[in-house]
């Protein structure tokens, strides 16, 4: 659902019927009634209002991203988007709200929000209605075999009409909305979430383990300081050069030709004084002795006879000099609790010298397979077996978390021997993983086994691939049972489980990487779910990123998870992505 304070209200048609006609003279009879509109107007092409030569042209050709022209009567802000197209919600949210009654909406047909099909029989286009959920009334010059509202197209007094009472209904139910403190989410059924809301409960129900333990800094790398970490020494330590060069003092810059008196390499000093007219020979990572203060880089100097002269250098005071502590100074906080320690950290952390880490222990996260068709790969199978994939997948997306494994192997459909297990485990593990039965099938027995051992919300996801996914908690340990199908099972753990053990590590951003790309083909999904079609990105030759499916998308296709490297994320407001058009990407990279 859009989210607009004020009502928006469509109009869907192809192109050809004639919706700015109509618009154009339904707009007076609109504002007659006292309405204050705005319309949002869709353009497929590469648009522009402004005119060459005109300053305003003129000023955003030199660079101006945002170009605002205002006079007494009217003002214009022209925004360059290069990079993608805006999403429909950022485009409304440009309007002034609080000064508007009504906003339609010409173009974005493929957009969740209420919408007025118009149809003309002549132009031999078909209906939009019934695949698009939103069309609240159809004008038309033929009747349409519909259960809603039927309107004259050539009518416009009628269509004004069916508009303002749509605007008194819509604000009415607004501000009853308002006064009862309810969001739309609130009338839809309890245990159907958004993948939003399910990521949400999931990551406020886990807390991050509290135990650390000391590592060798050669062995901290992906693990969780549970430490803030402060500077005990300036970084860099001393004055140094910043370059192979020779070091002069700035004040002594009339010399023209300085006497090298000495070099000096890097972990080494300089014996000696330094006079006016004199120089050394310096390293990159050398100290500069205390009468010195600029570096000349080697290749703009001249050296003959035991002097140094840089003829076409340009030398401003203090140059290619690196200061104690302008990295780090002494007593700087540099790293807090909860951060990954990645390469950089690694780096930093053994720059200042420290050997030992304090970081947060390994997450124990144990693993079942359910199934009575799920094999061991190698072992005997039966012929209507298959082997277990999941058990292996999440093997990897765990060792990809730097979790400690507990894998357990397969259970078959057993309540009772589901139930041991799952009690058994609750006790040694941090985490619980199942992948299976948590379905509505007749042996679908975890998730009841989950309800008798503990507390359980199975919630029906509204996404694709997997809808079904049951979590909770077996004597205060978290239990994911997630579903069987392999490319489900992954999908919900790359937006369910991962953020969940990154909180229960101690991370403190787990916020997973998105982008946005141009769509390559047209891509469709269904209104009212998330869908996580399985992408192949790649950057074209303006630099941007495109994207296309890898193909059919069911989701026990595993082989079409190593095709991807991406996600496309499809929200839930829109069914249809037209080649061209923007869409979100998750990138694979790094998280499979
Ligand atoms: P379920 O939710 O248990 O009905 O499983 C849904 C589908 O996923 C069924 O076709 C199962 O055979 C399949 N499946 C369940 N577990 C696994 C597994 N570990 N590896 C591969 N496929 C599985
Ligand atoms: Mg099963």
Not at 251 to 276: K, S, T
Request: proline content about 5%.
């Amino acid at each position: 659902m859009i989210s607009s304070s004020v009502p928006l209200l469509g109009f869907a048609a192809y192109s050809g019927t004639g919706k700015t006609t109509l618009l154009e003279a339904l707009l007076p009879k609109l504002t007659q009634a006292g309405l204050r509109i705005g319309v949002l107007k869709h353009a497929h092409h590469d648009f522009d209002i402004d005119k060459p030569g005109k300053d305003s042209y003129r000023l955003r050709h030199a660079g101006a991203s945002q170009m605002l022209i205002a006079s007494r009567l009217r003002f214009a802000k022209i925004t360059e988007t290069p990079e993608s197209e805006p999403a429909f919600e950022q485009l409304i949210k440009q309007f002034n709200q609080d000064e508007l009654d009504l906003i339609l909406v010409e173009g974005c047909k493929n957009i969740a929000f209420p919408k007025i099909e118009l149809h003309r029989q002549p132009t031999g286009k078909p209906w939009l209605y019934p695949n698009d959920a939103e069309i609240i009334a159809i004008a038309s010059d033929t009747h349409c075999d519909a259960e809603l509202p039927q309107l004259n197209i050539n009518d416009i007094d009628s269509i004004a009409l069916f508009v303002i009472d749509y605007v008194q209904s819509m604000s009415k139910r607004v501000s009853k909305i308002k006064v009862e403190g309810a969001s739309c989410d609130s009338f839809a059924h309890p245990n159907t979430l958004s993948v939003e809301e399910a990521r949400q409960r999931i990551v406020s129900a886990v807390r991050a383990v509290a135990d650390s333990e000391t590592v060798d800094l050669k062995d901290a790398g992906q693990r969780i300081l549970s430490d803030n970490v402060t500077s005990t020494i300036d970084v860099p330590a001393f004055r140094n050069s910043a370059m192979d060069g020779y070091a002069i003092a700035y004040n002594d810059l009339c010399a023209g030709r300085w006497q090298i008196v000495g070099q000096v390499l890097a972990g080494h000093g300089f014996e000696g004084n330094i006079a006016a007219g004199q120089a050394v020979k310096i390293m990159t990572g050398a100290p500069i002795p205390a009468e010195l203060d600029t570096v000349i880089m080697r290749e703009e100097a001249v050296e003959q006879d035991g002097y140094v002269s840089f003829p076409n250098a340009h030398i401003s005071a203090g140059q290619n000099v690196r200061h104690p502590g302008e990295d780090l100074k002494m007593g700087q906080p540099v790293f807090a609790k909860g951060q990954l320690i990645q390469s950089p950290e690694q780096g930093m952390l053994a720059a200042l010298g420290l050997k030992r880490i304090s970081v947060l222990r390994p997450l124990k996260v144990a693993i079942f397979s359910t199934g009575d068709e799920v094999f061991e790969p190698g072992s005997k199978i039966s012929t209507s077996g298959l082997y277990d994939a999941n058990r292996y997948s999440l093997r990897g997306l765990l060792q990809q978390q730097r979790c400690e494994l507990l894998d357990m192997g397969i259970l078959p459909d057993d309540p009772e021997k589901i139930r041991q297990a799952l009690e058994e485990m609750s006790g040694h593990a941090d985490l619980i993983l199942t992948s299976g039965g948590v379905s509505v099938g007749d042996a679908d027995y975890v998730k009841q086994v989950m309800q008798s051992l503990g507390h359980i919300e199975l919630w029906k996801i509204n996404m694709r691939p997997g809808r079904p996914l049951a979590f909770g908690s077996i004597h205060q340990t978290p239990i994911f049972g997630l579903p069987g199908n392999p490319v489900a099972a992954m999908v919900s753990f790359i937006q369910f489980v991962q953020p969940a053990i990154a909180k229960m590590q101690g991370q403190t951003h787990w916020q997973p990487m998105s982008a946005v790309a141009v769509a390559e083909v047209e891509l469709r999904s269904k209104q009212g779910r998330t869908e996580f079609t399985r992408g192949i990105y790649q950057v074209n030759d303006h630099g941007q990123f495109t994207v296309k499916s890898t193909g059919h998308q069911g989701s026990a296709l595993l082989h079409s998870m190593s095709q991807a490297n991406c996600l496309i994320e499809i929200g839930p407001h829109i069914d249809t992505i037209k080649a061209g058009e923007s869409v979100t990407i998750i990138p694979l990279q790094g998280r499979i």
